[in-house]
């Protein structure tokens, strides 16, 4: 399971708090949810601390956004190390 929560949100930018499992089964939702942010012109900031796992389906999801305008944060050691694998840098 992923939960979402939103943190902190203004005209320009938006936090979203992670929990629980990014995997095949929950990545659609993590991707609505950013690409609703984003057509809204808002840079979305997700605090991945709370994250203990990841799938290759969470990977695609996560590296499909523009570094620009999606920022990890706190995310755990292995969840970085498989989305540099994966393309983000």
């Known amino acids: 399971m992923l ?5 902190q949100e203004s ?9 629980g499992k990014i995997t095949k089964q929950w990545a659609a939702l993590l991707d609505e949810e950013c690409r609703a942010h984003l057509r809204k012109h808002k840079t ?3 605090d991945c601390s709370q994250v203990d796992y990841i799938d290759g389906r969470g990977v695609e999801v996560l590296n499909a956004f523009p570094p620009s305008s999606v920022t990890l944060m706190s ?3 292995l969840m970085t190390e498989l989305l540099h694998l994966g393309g983000r840098s």
Do not use: H, Q, Y
């Open 3 to 7: 939960k979402i929560t939103k943190i």
């Open 11 to 19: 005209e320009r930018d938006v936090l979203l708090r992670l929990e």
């Open 44 to 46: 979305v900031f997700l």
């Open 75 to 77: 995310a755990p050691a």
